[in-house]
Structures are given as structure tokens and as C-alpha cells.
Nanobody, 119 residues
Framework: QVQLVESGGGLVQAGGTLRLSCAAS????????MGWYRQAPGKQRELAAT???????SVSDSVKGRFTISRDSAKNTVYLQMNNLKPEDTAVYYC?????????????WGQGTQVTVAS
């Protein structure tokens, strides 16, 4: 069984930093992509950043230059470093992993971690 466990959310002042972590457990053979999505109150879930199996990364325009996604393959953990946070970054952040093949092929989500940025 595949599980994703996020940590690192919290309350921070505008301009501050947070680092989110997402640890994957279970048989993740066939991992193709991991990423961070976020959902603000009353809004649709949106993609913030992704990292693919080869290591290439991408971030959305709204967080470009402020957020960085990275991973530690040995720990099956992906990180989201968030700098210069703004009140509009306030949201629940979800870790996502897509397994493209293997016995657990499919899309997986963490439980979410709240990030609140005070102005």
C-alpha cells in the first residue's frame, strides 16, 4: 500500500519561509512524477510544482522564483521550499505522486498540510 505523509505546514508572516516535506512509503516502483498542489478556500486545487523521475522540475507562474521543489530519492521524500511567502499562498498543500506502471500503478495523494501566511 502506498502512502504519502506531508509535514512542515504552519503559520508564517508575509515574507517568511517554510519547507514542506512529503515522505512516500510502500512499493512505489514505477514512480513517474511527484508534485505539490494547493487549494485555497473557495478555489479549485492548482498545481504548484512538480518533479519527474529524471529530476526535471517545473513550477507554476504564481510561485516561480519563490518556490523550489526537490527530492531525496534515498528517503523517497520530496520537498517544497517556499520563500518570500505571500498571503495569497495561504492554502492546504497536497503532495501528489503518480506511479506510471507496476503493481500500484495510479495517482496518490497525501492528507494535506495547512499553510497560512499572515499579512
Amino acid at each position: 500500500q502506498v502512502q504519502l505523509v506531508e509535514s512542515g505546514g504552519g503559520l508564517v508572516q508575509a515574507g517568511g519561509t517554510l519547507r514542506l516535506s512529503c515522505a512516500a512509503s510502500g512499493n512505489i516502483f514505477g514512480m513517474n512524477r511527484m508534485g505539490w498542489y494547493r487549494q485555497a478556500p473557495g478555489k479549485q486545487r492548482e498545481l504548484a510544482a512538480t518533479i519527474i523521475s529524471g529530476g526535471s522540475t517545473s513550477v507554476s507562474d504564481s510561485v516561480k522564483g519563490r518556490f523550489t521543489i526537490s527530492r531525496d530519492s534515498a528517503k523517497n521524500t520530496v520537498y517544497l521550499q517556499m520563500n518570500n511567502l505571500k498571503p495569497e499562498d495561504t492554502a492546504v498543500y497536497y503532495c501528489n505522486m503518480y506511479l506510471a506502471w507496476g503493481p500500484n500503478k495510479g495517482d496518490y495523494w497525501g492528507q494535506g498540510t495547512q499553510v497560512t501566511v499572515a499579512s
